[in-house]
């Protein structure tokens, strides 16, 4: 499944990911009985791509089209759609919903594609979450807004930092706990990077405890986006080991 995050301060924007690659799969045991099984197939998928004109582009979700990685068609995509075109975030989005469906798939994939447009001559940073299967190209930040999306295995963040309420085993009203928020609008740059990496990490940590399916794991990979530069703070190498 993967999980993607972007967040989105006045210093610039910070797209992490995930790098597992997961495979499920069906085994039928000599009793009759059949099992779904699913194992760690990689540490090493990419999923945060850096388009050009500093867009960047974030994957979750089933990782391959047909048996191929769908890492691979996004480097396809950025070389043969967008390469030499200085397009926004917006055009990309566009160009990536139309990409699948001229390819006649849609797989369940959601990607954030984000960046920066010139509005009245101010930059203003722009998020997009493509989904192929619905067809739909929706805007997820408003102007001067700052705030964070993530998509894909979410449950682990959304219990760390939503309301959550007690049940009493007498039946009685839940008891709420205490319930403090992330201020996200006075992060600043690192505040954004420091957040990419816990919401990862630490949804990869407690994977590691529970019983369930380890569908987020691998190096983290983070990429910040300013209105006129990009860079990579974390990236997987290709290295012999």
């Not at 301060?9 to 597992?20: T, Y």
């Not at 997820?140 to 939503?162: P, T, Y």
């Amino acid at each position: 499944m993967s999980l993607i995050i972007t967040l989105y301060v006045r210093e610039g924007i910070v797209m992490a990911a995930d790098s597992r690659l997961t495979l499920n799969f069906t085994r039928t045991v000599p009793s009759g009985e059949t099992n779904i099984l699913s194992i760690t197939s990689s540490d090493s998928a990419k999923k945060l791509f850096l388009a050009p004109n500093n867009v960047g582009i974030a994957t979750c979700g089933p990782a391959d089209i047909g048996g191929v990685p769908i890492a691979g068609f996004i480097e396809s995509f950025i070389v043969e759609k967008l390469k030499g075109q200085p397009l926004s975030a917006e055009q990309v989005a566009n160009k990536l919903k139309a990409y699948f469906g001229a390819l006649g798939v849609r797989p369940a994939t959601l990607f954030h594609v984000a960046g920066y447009a010139t509005i009245n001559e101010t930059f203003e940073q722009t998020l997009f979450l493509v989904d192929p299967a619905a067809g739909s190209l929706s805007r997820m930040n408003s102007a001067n807004q700052h705030s964070a999306i993530w998509s894909g295995e979410i449950d682990v963040l959304q219990r760390l930092l939503n309301e959550v309420t007690l049940i009493q085993p007498d039946g009685s009203n839940p008891v709420p706990l205490p319930y403090f928020g992330v201020p996200f609008e006075f992060f600043t740059l690192q505040d954004a990077i420091d957040f990419a990496f816990y919401g990862i990490r630490s949804t990869i940590d407690t994977l590691r405890f529970q019983a369930r399916e380890k569908t987020v794991g691998g190096p983290v990979d983070v990429l910040v986006i300013t209105p006129d530069d990009s860079y990579w703070i974390a990236q997987k190498q290709l290295t012999v080991r």
